[in-house]
């Protein structure tokens, strides 16, 4: 299969990297959530109310910079910002995905996993991304009309998957839920009611996506070339594209007309999915699992506290200066 042509809009990100740079600070503090984290530390040290309240600030902040301010928080506060998000997301991987050995859970393991860094992580996002994926296929799936489940109405918890896989399809759905949410609602419009099979024109979509983008803040939704990209895949062979091209996003209106229709299922499956993830390298941030570098006034303590070296014996006596006398 040919590879799909990239897609870039110059003039659009040179838009947003203006827009990002002259935004008022009521602007700015609306994305960056600095009340959040103020008023969790505030919280903090009215509940320990110890003498020295800046150390604990600082000890705070510290612990936010490494990202392990997320630990064992509740779903509201994980979920409240896009660092928050980002960092519950590292410590997702660095604790579940290290290990060389499980390659292979069912997503309702995956869930239990997940409780014990967020203990009320809803099931319902972990169902939403199960359901996009298909099975592995060295185990039997569940959706048969012969698997009768007393435990959950989502027979996909039951399936077992690759980890990577389940992986990327959580995080998509909770970095990106209120993108998530508009895809479902845009295709729930297009098919009548049926989001999740229903087949949709992709010109439709298109059309529809891109009218969504116009309305909202574009910070919680990934690029949309790489939106544009994720329907490439699934429509390549019918759109007259040259893969060895690049074309700029305002072109491609034109090739989605006659290039078939798109599921919700297939929008969001393994390879779209990888596609969506590399908002602004998100995903190779994760598997780095992040670097913290300590401030310089830390540093210059552990150079205090430090032992000195041990000096090595020459064999020459040492001279000592004597000190002058005061008169």
């Known amino acids: 299969m040919e590879p799909y042509p990239r897609i870039f809009n110059y003039h659009r990100r040179k838009q947003l990297e203006a827009e990002r740079v002259e935004c008022s600070a009521e602007e700015y503090i609306d994305y960056s959530k600095i009340s959040i984290y103020l008023q969790d530390a505030t919280k903090v040290m009215l509940d320990r109310r110890e003498e020295k309240p800046l150390e604990l600030l600082q000890e705070y902040f510290n ?35 290290s290990s060389p050995y499980f390659k292979v859970v069912t997503a309702l393991d995956y869930h239990q996993c997940l409780c014990l860094l967020c203990s009320d992580f809803p099931r319902t996002l972990i169902a939403e991304a199960a359901k996009i994926l298909p099975p592995h296929p060295n185990y039997p799936s569940t959706k048969t009309d012969t698997f009768i489940s007393t435990l959950s109405q989502e027979p996909a918890l039951f399936d077992k998957f ?8 959580v995080q998509l759905f909770f970095y990106f839920a209120e993108f998530m949410e508009k895809v479902k609602e845009v ?5 009548c ?74 929008f969001t499956y393994v390879r779209n999915i990888q596609n969506l993830m590399r908002i602004n390298k998100l ?20 150079i205090v506290l430090q032992e000195p070296p041990p000096v090595e014996s020459s064999g020459q006596q040492v001279r000592r200066v004597k000190s002058k006398k005061k008169k």
């Open 63 to 97: 612990l936010a910079l490494k990202g392990e301010h997320v630990l064992l928080r509740d779903y509201a506060f994980i979920s409240a910002s896009l660092y928050n998000r980002s960092c519950f997301m590292i410590q997702m991987n660095a604790i579940f995905h």
């Open 193 to 266: 009611g049926d989001y999740e099979n229903a087949q949709v024109t992709i010109s439709l979509l298109y059309t529809a996506l891109e009218g969504l983008y116009k309305k909202v803040k574009i910070y919680l939704y990934p690029p949309f070339e790489l939106v544009a990209e994720a329907i490439i895949i699934k429509s390549q062979k019918k759109m007259k594209m040259n893969p060895d091209d690049v074309y700029l996003i305002e072109e491609m209106q034109g090739f989605m007309t006659g290039a078939g229709t798109i599921s919700f299922n297939e």
């Open 162 to 169: 690759e980890i990577e896989d389940l992986r990327l399809s």
């Open 283 to 302: 995903d190779k941030a994760i598997a780095a699992q992040g670097t913290y570098v300590q401030p310089q006034e830390e540093k210059l303590k552990e």
């Open 187 to 191: 295709f729930n419009e297009l098919s």
